[in-house]
């Protein structure tokens, strides 16, 4: 109680503080409780921003895409299970950002994440100091030391029932990466909270690579129709169920437990999991040690043909994705997990062929399925009368109704 007494004191002289700055727009002269940092901050900010708006803006580029090739995924998605432990049994919610302020990634309790999402806390908010005014990722990316905001130090009202602890994330070579936020309630605001975030920055940090790749040895899979693993054009002799698992990791950037990984190499067969370690080290071996190990996930994203179809699927480019489809997913493989993401992209390719109003993308998926009486009957009901093909799809049509 004596603790909450003295932060409900504190809020309240923030929130006189604030009121006066709000009124003026102005620093207003005498002694004032804010720090110099904040004070700076909201001189910077209220060009910019409106301290009455509700939520932070969106960022109009592919989130998705973005934290699938950000170096911090593979660390962040490795100690995930921490995170989520953390925020749910302490009221937190936890974000991270890419280096200009923009959300990639978060986690939370029911509670609280609705919470912040009603502010834009979530993947895709802008925080930067130019698109959120003051607050502790703001101050951590343009500081690149570790901050904490107190309630009414936000320059947005809609703020001020928070408290935020932020620390920048840097790679091997200094760069600064983005940084990670615990926020929570004003009234649990507790000065272990940043031993915390200081303590997950440093596990991220150890686990981001030494160095990039270098230019030219990239990895390449090639698993539609065929199975292939390549660097720089060069094949690397893997084991069927080595291509499998890969496979695997590259269709699922959030990873496995190696619980469920071996349920989606094994099924129910009884495997040591000793077994599924072997291959897995064996793996990391022959792509240069970017599988984790606590969670088995692809630290640094292959190029991979089937991940390709599925962006291709997702844009709606229904030529590339018929191009990209020279046959099943590793055609020969009865895993589990295998045959369930084949068939996953064959519905997938096949609904995007269905919906297109393109002749020719109907014609070339026939071929590849003619069995499939749908698709030539569409195809028919979109070719020209005087189309030459018509004869062809008449033909598929009447052996699959046979």
Known sequence: MPQNRT???????????????????????????LRTEVVQSWQRS???????????????????????????????????????????????VAAVTDERGTILWSCGGRVMRRRAEAVNFAPGGRWDETHMGTNALSLALRTGQPSTVFSAEHLV??????????????????????VLDLSTTWD???????????????????RLPAQPPARGCELRLDCLGTAILTRSGAPIRLRPRQLEILTLLALEPDGYTPQRLQA???????????????????????????????RYLLTRPISCDAVELLAAIAAGDVATALRLYRGPLLPDSDTPGIVEWREYLLVGLRTAVLSSR????????????????????????????DDPRRALVAARLHNALR
């Open 358 to 385: 393109n002749p020719t993308h109907l014609v070339e998926f026939g071929a590849r399925c003619p069995a499939d009486a749908e698709v030539h009957e569409r195809a028919l009901r979109l070719l020209a009368a």
């Open 46 to 92: 209220l060009p910019t921003v409106d301290p009455g708006c509700a939520a932070a803006p969106a960022d109009d580029a592919e989130i998705g895409a973005r934290w699938a090739h950000s170096p911090l995924r593979g660390p962040v998605t490795e100690l995930a299970d921490e995170l989520r432990s953390i925020t749910d049994d302490s009221g937190f």
């Open 157 to 178: 009202a809609a703020l001020h029932g928070w408290v935020c602890y932020c620390a920048p994330i840097h790679a091997p070579d200094g760069r600064q990466l983005g």
């Open 264 to 294: 989606a190499v094994y099924g129910d067969r009884p495997v040591a999991a000793a077994t599924l370690k072997a291959d897995v080290s064996h793996l990391r071996r022959a792509t240069g040690g970017d599988i984790s190990s606590r």
């Open 188 to 206: 649990r605001s507790h000065p272990l909270a940043m031993s915390t975030v200081r303590a997950l920055v440093s596990a991220i940090e150890s």
């Open 7 to 33: 932060l409900s004191q504190r809020r309240a002289a923030l929130e006189q503080e604030w009121a006066r700055w709000a009124a003026t727009r102005a620093a207003v002269p005498g002694d004032t409780l």
